[in-house]
């Protein structure tokens, strides 16, 4: 219990702001990596341009692997040999965590 009560707080007993322990927590969990990645959905139509946004659409990440689903198997066999480009293109426009794979699959309708 002693060690329950002495989390959050400071050595000099004082408590610790609420999202300094978070941050702490985020860290040593390794979710904070994991949520800054999730920005990778947003980022996507910057990272990408009109002409591939428009036939594409990110749906989640998994790890460190952006998840991206595609309107015609034409397209998604044009986005998979252009898929070293598209990950450079996504991570130079990020500011968090590097995506480390991009994989398409075909939209369901």
């Known amino acids: 219990m002693a ?8 050595a ?9 322990v978070l941050a702490g927590y985020l860290d040593r969990t390794g979710l904070g990596e994991a949520l800054g990645r999730l920005g990778a959905l947003d980022e996507w139509t910057g990272a990408v341009g009109p002409r591939v946004s428009r036939v594409t659409r ?3 990440v998994r790890g460190d692997t952006l998840v991206v689903e595609v ?3 034409a397209w998604l066999a044009e986005l998979s040999m252009m898929r070293p480009l598209i990950l450079e293109q996504v991570n130079k426009a990020r500011a968090g965590p590097a995506i480390g794979d991009v994989r398409f ?4 309708q």
């Open 71 to 73: 309107v015609s198997s």
């Open 58 to 60: 990110p749906v989640e």
């Open 3 to 10: 060690a329950r009560a002495r989390r959050g707080r400071r």
């Open 105 to 108: 699959r075909l939209a369901e």
């Open 12 to 20: 000099g007993g004082r408590p610790e702001p609420v999202g300094d």
